[in-house]
């Protein structure tokens, strides 16, 4: 596949998931964050995401097989959720979460119980189109550094002009012309 | 002593600092249990230039605080799911150590802004923290210094 098709593809994805609901704009404060000094921000700050959520859900699993239900401390396990989630601009978690403290504000375990099994759903949804979004912006770039002889320092003018968003940096120095 | 000129341009920090490059270097402590909000907060508090020390850790900061405040031109603090509670670190930070502090939280309940308020906070950022309200957090500093006219301003470029 031709390095253009496979920019506009990593492009096209990154839409989808903005039309889809799946990230918000907090998702672009990340990109415009990364720069030279932090070539892989994004995806640094989306792999913690992964790692402070593992913990939570863990948590959380523990804290709903527990009877009663102690619905602050599950308030407050999911008031940590909603604040990482809405960190990278993941709005389908980030409204799950709320729908579950409102449940625990109503004292509703049914609710609860029903809300985070949606939640997993959403959460592993998004991990993984962010796993194949990332996977494929990484093949894009070293794939490209061993078909061209060499690199050049300069961003393909055309390029910036048909791409929409972000460029991860490490794209800047493989295009040749 | 620093007097305020009036001059908009003039800020109140000793001579001796070359103020043309404030609020660059500005240092922050940054203190939040979230590790994913404290990387994001780190990061937008870098691209602004200021110096950053960055902990999930409220007890460990305060200990930090307390053996060199001086090292210090501001705090900014999420005040939920500490180690220790959230509004006492205000306390203790506006009035053992002298410093501004900035209250960040998830939560906008009014009752909370309030209580924040009460406790010292100079101001109150909601999350997720935009870049704009961190460019302009180096204000507190100056409006605390502009209030404690026997206190100057320690910034200090050798420290770069």
Redesign the interface.
């Given at each position: 596949m031709d390095r253009n098709q496979v920019h506009r593809q990593v492009a096209l994805m990154r839409q989808s998931f903005f039309d889809q609901g799946f990230l918000d704009e907090q998702f672009i404060q990340l990109e415009e964050l990364q720069d030279e000094a932090n070539p892989n921000f994004v995806e640094e700050v989306v792999t913690l995401y992964y790692r402070d959520s593992t913990r939570l859900i863990l948590n959380i699993e523990q804290a709903l097989e527990k009877s009663p239900l102690d619905f602050n401390k599950l308030d407050c396990h999911m008031h940590q959720f909603k604040g990482s989630s809405s960190s990278i601009g993941a709005k389908k978690v980030k409204s799950e979460c709320t729908q579950f403290r409102e449940y625990c504000k109503a004292g509703n375990g049914e609710g609860c119980m029903r809300t985070f099994q949606q939640l997993k759903k959403e959460y592993a949804i998004l991990k993984k189109k962010l796993e194949t979004y990332f996977q494929m912006a990484r093949q894009a770039g070293p794939k490209e550094i061993a078909c061209r002889p060499k690199p050049k320092l300069d961003i393909c003018p055309d390029l910036e002009k048909n791409y929409v968003g972000w460029i991860p940096s490490r794209f800047r120095y493989t295009f040749s012309f | 002593m620093n007097k305020n000129d009036g001059h908009v341009d003039s800020i109140p920090v000793p001579e001796h600092v070359d103020n043309t490059q404030f609020p660059d270097g500005l240092r922050v402590l940054a203190i939040d249990d979230?590790?994913?909000?404290l990387?994001?907060l780190e990061?937008?508090l870098?691209?602004c230039r200021y110096k950053v020390a960055a902990t999930t850790n409220a007890i460990e900061a305060l200990e930090m605080l307390r053996q060199n405040k001086d090292n210090f031109d501001i705090v900014i603090t999420d005040v939920?799911?500490l180690d220790m509670d959230g509004f006492s670190l205000l306390d203790i930070i506006g009035i053992e150590m002298d410093l501004p502090v900035i209250m960040i939280s998830?939560?906008d309940k009014k009752s909370t802004v309030m209580k924040g308020i009460r406790h010292g906070a100079r101001d109150y950022l909601l999350?997720?923290v935009?870049?704009e309200e961190i460019k302009n957090i180096w204000q507190h500093v100056v409006r605390k210094s502009l209030s404690d006219p026997n206190k100057s301003v320690h910034y200090n470029r050798s420290n770069r």
């Open positions: - | 979230n590790s994913v909000c990387r994001l990061a937008l870098i691209k939920n799911n998830a939560d999350k997720p935009r870049i």
